[in-house]
């Protein structure tokens, strides 16, 4: 596609439900950061996929937070038994270059995620 | 722990006004980005800045890299109501692996 496509813009869940984020990158791109940016906040970086392989997890919160990309495109974040603590939005980035270049990012418009 | 720090986080000025935007750290970076983003969209990249001591422009906005590559400033000139938005500096390529690390931001409202 043109742009970063991100579904769903808006979820509500209840503490305690499981979500799936999905992230469709612009196509080719090799380089697929998944970001969480609180209210009035930067985002924060969570994992980094080089096409299908993830190398980069640090910034998982928790062992709740999973994250795959299995062929390569396609992303999807994936947080189970959600807090309240989890609520942000859910920023997916993409680049052309991979690994340590990946500096220009191209992002997706978020997944804002509330948990009640 | 890398960290990006922006100055000043908020700012608040009225049309024609220049201001300035600082980005600093105590790591030194391969690249840095400037980011702007307006509510409910993500961060749209500005520019890129590689070369310690570059200097970008780009209309009315002028990007710098420290010569070190450890900070960044961001220069508006005869700021207009359309540059309202939060601006977030980034660093990349680092030693420290793969992520691009963000700045918590500046935002900055420019009233008619």
């Known amino acids: 596609g043109a742009g970063v496509s991100q579904s769903p813009r808006y979820k509500v869940a209840k503490r305690g439900q499981d979500v799936a984020l999905r992230c469709d990158p612009i196509?080719?791109?090799?380089?697929l950061f998944w970001y969480q940016q609180a209210l009035g906040q930067g985002p924060e970086f969570l994992t980094y996929?080089?096409?299908?392989?993830?190398?980069?997890k640090s910034g998982l919160p928790s062992d709740r937070f999973f994250a795959e990309r299995p062929e390569g495109s396609v992303s999807t974040l994936k947080i189970q038994r959600t807090q309240q603590e989890d609520s942000a939005v859910y920023l997916c980035?993409?680049?052309?270059?991979?690994?340590?270049?990946?500096?220009?990012?191209?992002f997706g418009e978020g997944s804002r995620l509330t948990v009640l | 722990t890398q960290l990006l720090e922006q100055s000043p986080q908020f700012l608040s000025i009225q049309e024609g006004e220049n201001l300035t935007v600082y980005c600093n750290s105590s790591?030194?970076?391969?690249?840095l980005q400037w980011y702007r983003q307006e509510p409910g969209e993500g961060p749209v990249l500005l520019v890129t800045?590689?070369?310690?001591?570059e200097v970008k422009k780009l209309k009315r906005l002028t990007f710098q890299f420290g010569d070190a590559r450890k900070d960044s400033s961001l220069h508006i000139t005869a700021a207009q109501p359309g540059d309202t938005g939060l601006y977030l500096c980034?660093?990349?390529?680092?030693?420290?692996?793969?992520?691009?690390?963000f700045g918590a931001g500046t935002r900055l409202f420019v009233k008619a």
């Open positions: 800045v590689v070369t310690g001591g």
């Open positions: 790591s030194v970076f391969s690249s």
């Open positions: 980034a660093g990349a390529g680092d030693t420290g692996g793969f992520k691009t690390i």
């Open positions: 980035a993409s680049s052309l270059v991979p690994g340590l270049r990946a500096g220009e990012l191209f």
């Open positions: 996929f080089q096409n299908e392989a993830q190398l980069d």
């Open positions: 196509s080719g791109h090799v380089s």
